[in-house]
């Protein structure tokens, strides 16, 4: 064969291959419960790659929630599960109000770092613009906080905003974005958007006003709106989201499993560990 004819048979080729599919986002499910991280059934649930925990900024002053952070870890480590850590409020009756110091937040991140030298991952505050943050009205400190993270650790990835799509995103977020610096991963909690009707299209209002990979940091349905059908549909949801715009990148479902007694609840379990509806929408989606 010529040469000549090898150029013309090469973008002949090329144009016959089929387009590549578009790479699907990192999935992953959030728990503060670390045996979660030991049920089969997750752990069944191949395409499930990441999980996420939030821990409370001064973590180390705490024995409770030393245990608790060293058990989580071990237990995603053993799923080798990539954790995502959101800093968080102490929950404390102060904690409401209380903003740490920078020295002081980025002194606990120091002793993480020390403790759990392979995390990359980390978002700078869970939900600051909720009511019961002390960033609620005060988003320019909030951005602070990340602008520190990043100084801190420059080769981790460290997720802005990570706020949730309540009626405060739009103008929390404007006064947040000016004052993060350089934020190449952006976090929502868009329970608003998968949940309700009434309140849909918030994900797509904020993956418009950034710029970099939006994660889904928490995100399904809860029972409250709808009940277990409803929840399952929130789900599948999630998935028409993530296949619909192209920077949603990652992925955390929240909750595993119930929580007996709690206020909240958008796990796939039961308290009980019976499976729910929503279970097998995310089953059937991960395939």
Not at 18 to 33: E, I, V
Not at 47 to 75: C, E, F, G, I
Request: net charge positive; glycine share 6%.
């Amino acid at each position: 064969m010529t040469r000549r004819l090898i150029l013309p048979i090469l973008l002949l080729c090329a144009l016959l291959a089929p387009a590549a599919a578009p790479a699907r986002p990192t999935y992953g499910m959030g728990d503060q419960n670390p045996a979660s991280y030991e049920d089969p059934r997750m752990l069944g649930l191949h395409k499930l790659k990441t999980a996420h925990y939030a821990v409370p900024w001064d973590w180390y002053k705490d024995s409770t929630q030393t245990t608790l952070l060293n058990w989580w870890m071990s237990r995603v480590k053993a799923a080798h599960l990539q954790p995502l850590i959101s800093f968080n409020r102490n929950w404390h009756a102060s904690g409401r109000k209380k903003i740490p110091r920078l020295s002081q937040y980025k002194h606990g991140f120091k002793l993480f770092r020390q403790q759990f030298p392979y995390v990359k991952d980390f978002s700078a505050w869970n939900e600051p613009n909720a009511p019961e943050q002390p960033f609620y009205k005060k988003p320019a400190k909030a951005a602070t906080f990340f602008n520190a993270l990043r100084s801190a650790c420059r080769k981790c990835r460290i997720v802005a905003g990570d706020i949730n799509d309540s009626k405060n995103m739009v103008p929390w977020m404007r006064t947040y974005k000016r004052h993060v610096r350089k934020a190449k991963y952006w976090g929502l909690h868009n329970y608003k958007d998968t949940s309700s009707r009434n309140t849909r299209g918030t994900t797509r209002v904020f993956v418009g006003m950034v710029r970099g990979q939006v994660w889904l940091t928490e995100t399904g349905g809860l029972i409250n709106r709808g009940g277990l059908k409803g929840q399952a549909k929130s789900v599948k949801r999630v998935f028409t989201l993530t296949h619909q715009i192209k920077r949603i990148k990652r992925v955390y479902f929240y909750q595993w499993r119930g929580v007996r007694k709690s206020h909240w609840d958008s796990a796939f379990l039961s308290p009980t560990g019976k499976k729910r509806p929503s279970y097998f929408t995310l089953k059937r989606k991960l395939r």
